[in-house]
């Protein structure tokens, strides 16, 4: 495929990329719920939208050399190459990202600079890694003195070392080294970069190296970007063979140390390569460098190691393998050139070549080439560049976003979209009805707790507060009481007398036990008025307080139905009807009950063993009998001394027995007027929950009905809004999916 045809594809592909980011991105924030609640896998499958058009984004085609520390990746960019560009080394700190491209120039070099910023992070990485390393979260922030001093004892020993050491340089030149705020690019000769890169300070501050090279078999729009090695003590180069690996690489080679296959960091790129990617068999070259250091067996068990492998990481059969020996490969391309290599690393690889030339490869350096399969890998790897990397690139972007994206999520935006419109269709109404229910019986159980809360507090006053003021008032009426018998009028006979004798002018004498009878009778009804008026103030005070706190409970009740007249009246009616039976039942028991004061204080039988003789009987009459000779007597005139026996004696026995026999009533008939007033109390909260239920809850339940359905409506409208939306974002992945599709199919075979 030309390169204009494929800029031309890649701009139209990467526009629907970006238009299918922005509707994932769109649903994101409008959406939060139907996002989160995808399955996890699919979550993440979804962002890989990102790489792709990372990838797509990049006008340049990068192939990267990808693998583990030592195991030859640079030895093979300088053997596919067929010249000693990158240096060799065993130190795993002069790795340095470095980026090959073919350029019709002359050749040159650029060395990138971090900027202060990237410097900076740069040593919070250091930070971050040494703290992690070493099991000691607060290293992170501590200060450099006392994270050396923890840590230096520790790395002694070999655990972290290289790592440690490194940020020892590091700090030394932060403190020395001017870095541009923005950083820079400086333009160099090629061993001028590869001395930089050579030099661990230096490399240590570099972003990366760009080499321009002539070399017409790499087409102009392909860059090799050799990777640091995975194990690298710089954290953050090994970031950036991370990233590169994970969405900046349009091919891998992947290169392998045949004595060692997939350590733990090389499986962890692994499963980075084949995340979400459709096209891994094709755009990815495994290479087994050392290949011969193998014996017969080992090679054909490494194979077997290796299928197995690919097997377990899932990537499809008929993997592009070769078996190399870089070195002696990029050694043979010199010798046959007559190119003695001239650094010092490569030349100690020399005699180690010259050995194997005479006793392997039969004198021969092109057997040599041959045999290090680099001469094939040249040709697939060139010929997968010149002729299919970008159609490949185009059609595994098609292919990682649909897999990745418009397949899986109209399925889940589907289902969503189906189950609003079964809420609109049905469920909705039913959720309507039952939150509305839900909300009726929160709201009159609420109701009903509150009321009978206030209610059972009223009774428990009235046992305990209003039991005590009626003990109260029934002890002020019986001291009163005592001081009418000790000398009120009401307890002297003659006063009695004149009283029975003016109420008739043909009157002039009284009747036998006449005047004591008088004097017991108007005792009676004076305590019967005047305790029957204490109650009476007591109902009353009680059933005003009792109504004062239904109303304020009420309030709620009233608030909740609108202030709806209607709805309260039959609670006022209650209030108004019970008031007027609940003081006119206590009233009548007050009334029935103290009738048979004159019975029990009077006519009970003085027989009778129980009540221990009628004591105040008994000492009335002997009052009756005191002086009835002169009273009775026509022909004695009548004084007022004759009664002052007959006055004595009636006081004394209403002092003695009358008193305690009322009071012992009295106190009898206070006990149980609480009891009835509770009872009364009780049958008027009766009454107002049957009309809770029979009128405030009707009233109730027809509001929420009306306020639930609001806000329904407002729930039944953002569910039809995100239905039609799910709806048109299936709409759109699917025919931005075709648009691609047209895409791809538009490039040549």
Request: hydrophobic share 35%.
């Amino acid at each position: 495929m030309k390169t204009a045809a494929y800029q031309q594809r890649r701009q139209e592909l990467l526009a629907k990329m970006d238009r299918l980011r922005e509707i994932r991105d769109d649903l994101a924030s409008r959406d939060p719920l139907f996002i989160n609640g995808l399955p996890v896998d699919v979550r993440q499958k979804m962002l890989l939208l990102d790489r792709e058009s990372v990838r797509l984004r990049n006008p340049d085609l990068t192939v990267a050399f990808v693998g583990g520390f030592s195991a030859g990746k640079s030895s093979l960019v300088n053997a596919f190459l067929g010249r000693y560009l990158l240096p060799e080394s065993t130190k795993v700190t002069t790795a340095v990202p470095t980026f090959v491209r073919s350029t019709p120039q002359p050749e040159s070099a650029e060395l990138h600079y971090l900027s202060e910023a990237e410097v900076e992070k740069l040593g919070d990485l250091y930070r971050v890694e040494i703290a992690s390393l070493f099991q000691m979260p607060e290293l992170a922030t501590a200060p450099y003195s006392t994270l050396l001093e923890k840590v230096k004892p520790l790395a002694s020993e070999g655990r972290g070392r290289r790592l440690v050491e490194q940020f020892q340089i590091y700090q030394e030149q932060r403190r020395s080294r001017q870095v541009d705020p923005r950083g820079r690019v400086v333009a160099t000769g090629i061993s001028e970069a590869q001395d930089k890169i050579r030099d661990e300070t230096e490399a240590m501050f570099l972003d990366r190296v760009v080499l321009k090279i002539k070399a017409c078999q790499l087409p102009e729009d392909v860059v090799l970007v050799d990777l640091p090695g995975i194990s690298v003590p710089n954290p953050r180069h090994r970031e950036i063979t991370f990233r590169f690996v994970k969405e900046e690489s349009h091919a891998l080679v992947f290169v392998l140390m045949a004595t060692r296959l997939f350590d733990k960091d090389e499986i962890e790129i692994v499963e980075l390569v084949r995340s979400g990617e459709s096209r891994i068999a094709e755009k990815t070259f495994w290479v087994l460098n050392r290949w011969d250091s193998l014996s017969p067996e080992q090679q054909r068990q490494t194979v077997t190691d290796f299928e197995n492998k690919m097997r377990d990481f899932a990537i499809p059969s008929g993997c592009q393998l070769f078996r190399t020996n870089a070195l002696h490969g990029l050694l043979a391309q010199l010798a046959a050139r007559e190119d003695p290599p001239q650094d010092f690393a490569l030349q100690r690889h020399q005699k180690d070549y010259d050995d194997a030339l005479n006793m392997r490869y039969g004198g021969s350096h092109h057997t040599a080439l041959r045999e290090s399969q680099v001469p094939m890998l040249q040709e697939h790897v060139l010929s997968f560049l010149n002729e299919r990397l970008r159609k490949t690139t185009l059609r595994s972007a098609y292919e990682n976003a649909r897999a990745n994206f418009c397949d899986p999520l109209p399925h889940h935006l589907r289902r969503a979209k189906e189950a609003d419109d079964a809420l609109l269709n049905g469920d909705l109404k039913r959720q309507e009805k039952e939150v509305s229910r839900e909300r009726v019986d929160d709201r009159c159980a609420a109701r009903k707790i509150d009321l009978e809360k206030q209610l059972r507090e009223m009774r428990g006053e009235v046992a305990e507060k209003r039991s005590t003021i009626l003990a109260s008032k029934t002890e002020e009426l019986l001291k009163a009481l005592e001081v009418k018998i000790a000398e009120g009028s009401e307890t002297d006979a003659y006063s009695i007398y004149l009283e029975i004798i003016s109420e008739s002018e043909l009157r002039r004498y009284p009747y036998h036990f006449e005047i004591e009878m008088r004097i017991v009778d108007k005792l009676n009804t004076m305590l019967k008025r005047e305790f029957r008026e204490i109650v009476r103030t007591q109902a009353r005070a009680v059933f005003e307080d009792y109504a004062k706190r239904v109303r304020e409970s009420l309030e709620g009740f009233r608030k909740d139905v609108g202030y709806s007249a209607e709805v309260m009246a039959p609670f006022d009616e209650v209030l108004n009807q019970g008031g007027t039976t609940f003081c006119s039942e206590v009233d009548g028991h007050v009334k029935s009950v103290v009738g048979e004061f004159d019975k029990l204080l009077v006519y009970i039988d003085r027989t009778l063993i129980w009540w221990g003789g009628n004591q105040v009987l008994e000492g009335l009459e002997e009052a009756a009998r005191s002086g009835s000779e002169i009273i009775n007597n026509p022909n004695e005139p009548i004084k007022k001394e004759n009664f002052t026996t007959k006055t004595d004696t009636i006081r004394k026995t209403l002092k003695d027995h009358y008193i305690q026999r009322v009071r012992e009533e009295h106190k009898g008939i206070a006990r149980n007027i609480p009891t009835l007033i509770i009872d009364n109390m009780r049958e008027i909260q009766k009454r107002l929950l049957e009309v809770m239920q029979t009128k405030y809850r009707p009233a109730l339940e027809l509001i929420m009905s009306q306020e639930v359905e609001g806000e329904f409506a407002s729930c039944k409208k953002g569910v039809e809004d995100r239905s039609r939306r799910f709806r048109d974002t299936i709409e759109q992945i699917e025919q931005l999916g075709n648009e691609m599709a047209s895409v791809v199919a538009e490039v040549p075979a």
